[in-house]
């Protein structure tokens, strides 16, 4: 069978700022939170590793664009470091930043590849969470501030836009799951975190509006996590009613539809966990949702009812209305740890065009970490057939949604080279380059020419 797809599909891969650039105490960059609690508590990251060098994509990027170049990439997904471009994250912006960023985007078009530019991938500026970070509603102006900089300065050349990187990450991680600074556990809290982040989304698409950039589109990258209930019984499929959302509608809703879930304010409301709210806010959000969707799915969430009741005295947590279970059978990633389930891709697509206006979207992120990678070097190359494998599985499940109509552009690959992930530094590689991490030299990996050749073909 031959899986070929609509002229134009975007092939190509993503990244972020901290997790690639590297370079985190040069050019001007102000702190961000991460290098603010790798210098408090090192021992919290994967041996000890911090964000400081990374992958060197900070000196490197030109003959890394080449290297895209040469993988068949005709899209690439990157994101503008708020802490680079605007030190304190309000105030002066860093022209070496500026600089910096539009070299980039000029070396991408110069390689006909178009540039995606995203504006937040976790990496708060540290100033702005010494005053609240998203708990602050001044800090949405500050971004707003931020974003209307990078349109300003290279609206121009890039016409993808994207507010945001799975927002609901900083959330749990930072709010609710101790994973991420300032390790907050407080739903309350997490609430208004997650509620002032659409407010800054809503604000950002409103400013870009008013640039009209030609051919311009702005959005937004969520990370998906289809849920799918033990069984057809009604505790379980409210079980994952629930968990979809909290996890999925509460940012998918208003940022695409423009409006909150009712289920969830009910659920809100009930349990006093309502955050913060001004008038106007409802018509920000309905008037500036997205133009186009950015899908990262790696894995979908197996829910089932809750087996014991929680303690009505202990603090409001969403894991009151269902439990996580591991199916059996189910196909897991052995070297991350991960399930895999390929036709979560098709699922997530046909939810989109049955439920969410058919909107443009695409794969911004989809990949395969693996640990201790180097044991799958052979002649030189590391031989990731299991990468490849998952990719194709993927990509076959996206075809098929598109078959059906589904209006999906293109597929990224986490990542284009092994980078540093946040806690886990570098213990999951997922690149279709390997990267050194003494010398930072890059080696294609097996997947590399694969992806290549697919791209080339336009399918496989
Ligand atoms: C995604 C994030 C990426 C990246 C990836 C890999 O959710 O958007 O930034 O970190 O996960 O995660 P990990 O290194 O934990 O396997």
């Not at 602050?136 to 890039?158: H, I, L, Q």
């Not at 269902?322 to 991960?338: A, H, I, L, V």
């Amino acid at each position: 069978v031959e899986y070929r797809f609509p002229e134009g599909f975007w092939w190509g891969s993503a990244t972020s700022a901290t997790q690639i650039e590297g370079a985190a105490f040069e050019g001007g960059k102000g702190w961000n939170i991460w290098d603010y609690w790798y210098s408090r508590e090192p021992d919290r990251f994967f041996e000890g590793v911090g964000p400081e060098t990374t992958s060197d994509f900070y000196h490197q990027y030109k003959e890394d664009i080449r290297r895209m170049k040469e993988t068949g990439h005709n899209t690439f997904r990157f994101s503008i470091s708020w802490s680079r471009l605007i030190p304190d994250g309000d105030g002066a912006v860093n022209e070496e930043a500026a600089t910096f960023y539009t070299s980039v985007i000029d070396e991408l078009l110069d390689q006909g590849i178009e540039p995606f530019v995203n504006l937040f991938h976790f990496d708060m500026p540290m100033e702005m969470q010494k005053i609240g970070g998203w708990e602050n509603r001044y800090v949405t102006d500050a971004y707003t501030v931020f974003a209307e900089e990078c349109f300003r300065r290279f609206g121009d050349r890039v016409s993808k836009w994207f507010t945001f990187n799975e927002p609901i990450v900083p959330v749990e991680g930072g709010y609710l799951y101790d994973f991420h600074y300032p390790n907050v556990v407080d739903f309350k809290r997490a609430a208004q975190v997650a509620y002032h982040t659409i407010i800054a989304h809503a604000k950002a698409v409103q400013v870009f509006r008013s640039f009209s950039i030609p051919k311009g589109k702005i959005g937004i990258i969520l990370n998906l996590t289809p849920s799918y209930p033990r069984s057809s019984n009604p505790a379980d499929l409210r079980a994952s009613r629930i968990a979809d959302l909290f996890f999925n509608r509460s940012f998918l809703d208003p940022t695409v539809k423009g409006e909150f879930p009712q289920e969830l304010l009910e659920i809100l409301e009930e349990h006093g966990q309502l955050p913060e709210t001004k008038e106007g806010d409802s018509s920000l959000i309905l008037a500036n949702t997205a133009d186009i969707l950015g899908v990262n799915y790696y894995q979908p969430r197996r829910v089932k009812a809750k087996e014991h009741l929680p303690n009505p005295y202990g603090p409001f947590m969403m894991d009151w209305f269902f439990d996580m279970y591991e199916m059996p059978g189910r196909k897991m990633n052995p070297y991350r740890g991960w399930e895999i389930y390929e036709k979560g891709i098709y699922d997530i697509m046909i939810n989109l065009k049955e439920n969410y206006g058919n909107i443009e979207s695409f794969v911004s992120e989809n990949g395969m970490g693996v640990q201790n990678e180097e044991r799958f070097m052979e002649n030189g190359q590391i031989q990731d057939d299991y990468r490849i494998d998952f990719i194709k599985g993927h990509l076959k499940w996206l075809h098929q949604a598109i078959q059906e109509g589904c209006n999906a552009k293109g597929y990224h690959l986490w990542s284009f080279m092994d980078n540093w992930s946040w806690m886990n530094a570098y213990k999951n590689r997922y690149g279709f380059f390997a990267v050194d991490l003494e010398t930072k030299e890059r080696t294609a990996k097996k997947s590399a020419g694969w992806f290549r050749e697919t791209a080339e073909r336009n399918g496989f």
